[in-house]
């Protein structure tokens, strides 16, 4: 079992940064895929940026050249970077842990508990 816990969310401005950190225990996360998904209010989760356990990036289209994925698994922690935030990125943040090269919510294991991110325009 793989407990995640997210951290870093808060209310910025369009045009800051932000780094979320998403921290595991139970097991070590070097053989799993990570991703961070995203969800706002009234809306499906989707999607935002996966690093798989070679270290092979994937992102959204709209957050592509603004965020970064980073894994480091000594720390045992997956980071997104976001610069340039836009106020249409405002959403729960999750970060998710999954053995698959798909990066759809169905088929990823573990799940943090979410880390709220606005941006104001």
């Known amino acids: 079992q793989v407990q995640l816990v997210e951290s870093g969310g808060r209310l910025v401005a369009a045009g800051d940064s932000l780094s979320l950190s998403c921290t595991a225990s139970g097991r070590a996360l070097s053989p799993y895929t990570l991703a961070w998904f995203r969800q706002a209010p009234g809306k499906e989760r989707e999607f935002v940026a996966g690093v798989s356990w070679a270290r092979v990036t994937s992102y959204r289209d709209s957050v592509k050249g603004r965020f970064t994925i980073s894994r480091d698994n000594a720390r045992n922690t997956v980071f997104l970077q976001m610069n340039m935030l836009k106020p249409e990125d405002t959403a729960a943040y999750y970060c998710?842990?999954?053995?698959?090269?798909?990066?759809?919510?169905?088929?990823?294991?573990?799940w943090g508990q979410g880390t709220q991110v606005t941006v104001s325009s």
């Open positions: 998710a842990a999954g053995n698959s090269r798909d990066y759809v919510p169905s088929v990823f294991l573990y």
